[in-house]
Nanobody
Framework: QVQFWESGGGLVQPGGSLRLSCAAS????????MNWYRQAPGKERELVAG???????NYANFVKGRFTIWRDNAQNTMYLQMNSLKPEDTAVYYC?????????WGQGTQVTVSS
């Protein structure tokens, strides 16, 4: 079993930045895929970005050039750097990890972009 804890969310003005962290309760080396998702009120959960165990990344079109995902296996943590934030980025952000043995979600962290 593994648990993920997200942190770093908060209130930020449009154009601002936030860095989200997803800390795991154990090693993430076995997680061949880790993603950030988000869910805005009244909308379905959507994929924001993903990173493989080898460091390959992918991004949703709506965050390309603004968000950066990476993982630090030594720290058992995944990150999401969010720059040039827009009001439409307001959502609860969740981390997700998948290994051969398990898949797990974090509890989410609220990001609100508003002036």
């Amino acid at each position: 079993q593994v648990q993920f804890w997200e942190s770093g969310g908060g209130l930020v003005q449009p154009g601002g930045s936030l860095r989200l962290s997803c800390a795991a309760s154990r090693s993430i080396l076995s997680f061949y895929l880790m993603n950030w998702y988000r869910q805005a009120p009244g909308k379905e959960r959507e994929l924001v970005a993903g990173v493989t165990g080898g460091g390959t990344t992918n991004y949703a079109n709506f965050v390309k050039g603004r968000f950066t995902i990476w993982r630090d296996n030594a720290q058992n943590t995944m990150y999401l750097q969010m720059n040039s934030l827009k009001p439409e980025d307001t959502a609860v952000y969740y981390c997700y990890g998948e290994s051969r043995e398990t898949l797990a979600w974090g509890q989410g962290t609220q990001v609100t972009v508003s002036s």
